[in-house]
């Protein structure tokens, strides 16, 4: 197939990704004249047009459609990574249109947080990229502060280095804890305890709670700082998020493709 044929999307699917109504929605608009391509008036919806070389306005309105978008938020707690949740805020609910715009709906956050966890997390609509960076196969870094309650063992660095076996038996891959902090004693007044930085290469569910469970400690704070090679921009508030460079969605492609270890 063309490269042109392999970017033809259709303009219902296209206007409904944008969030500017539901596919019957868009039929509509349609059938009424409110959507042109190429300044024709195109009155239906499922004809097959080129984001990047076709003109579409609605409403007169030109439409700019980018096939994928990538954002870095820094995840607060309080909300939790899925699309959809009957209870709670979503990440998504964070990520609005600059002056209200409409959010465009294909979105998904490539990876899960806990709730109660904090830090950099992907948004986009790229799934062949999410998929390699989540993928057990690639073994992508992720580096994570934590504050630790309880005593580590001294042989702690060691027995993460080899792998912890779970409570359940599951084994980890190997990973890298660096102390931060020495016990701080004002640190443990704040609920603090022991900081901690854990670079593991797995996204098992809640493994890094359950990595220090395993050696008798329990996770008071936990914050992502950086996946492969995407790093959490420190100026983002817990909440806020922004666009991902060019030179970071190239350099997270090469992460996907090749892998690394720590
Ligand atoms: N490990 C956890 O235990 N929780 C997270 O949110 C991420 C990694």
Redesign the pocket.
């Known amino acids: 197939m063309g490269k042109a044929a392999e970017n033809r999307v259709r303009l219902d699917k296209m206007l409904a990704d944008l969030g500017l109504g539901t596919r019957s929605q868009i039929k509509d608009m349609a059938r009424r004249g409110r959507i042109q391509v190429n300044g024709v008036t195109e009155k239906k919806a499922d004809v097959k047009v080129n984001p990047e070389t076709d003109q579409v306005t609605v409403d007169n309105a030109l439409v700019s459609y980018a096939r994928f978008e990538y954002y870095m938020l820094n995840k607060p707690q309080g909300v939790v990574s899925a699309t959809e949740d009957p209870v709670h805020d979503t990440v998504l609910d964070l990520i609005r249109g600059k002056a209200g715009e409409p959010v465009r709906k294909d979105l998904f956050p490539a990876g899960?947080?806990?709730i109660d966890?904090e830090g950099l997390l992907l948004i986009t609509n790229d799934g062949e990229l999410a998929h390699g960076l989540l993928s057990p196969r690639h073994h992508v870094d992720k580096r994570?502060f934590a504050r630790v309650e309880g005593e580590l063992p001294p042989d702690a660095k060691k027995r993460f280095a080899d792998g912890i076996t779970l409570a359940d038996g599951t084994r980890t891959m190997p990973a890298r804890l660096e102390v931060l902090s020495g016990d701080n004693p004002q640190s443990r007044e704040e609920g603090g305890g022991l900081e901690v930085i854990l670079t593991i290469r797995e996204?098992k569910f809640?493994?890094?709670?359950?990595m220090f469970e395993a050696v008798g400690c329990g996770?008071s704070f936990?914050k992502?700082l950086s996946m492969g090679s995407l790093v959490l921009d420190e100026s983002l508030e817990p909440g806020a998020y922004r666009a991902l460079t060019e030179e970071e969605v190239e350099e997270l492609k090469k992460w996907r493709d090749t892998g690394r270890r720590s």
């Open positions: 899960r947080l806990d966890t994570y996204g809640h493994q890094v709670k359950r996770v936990l992502r």
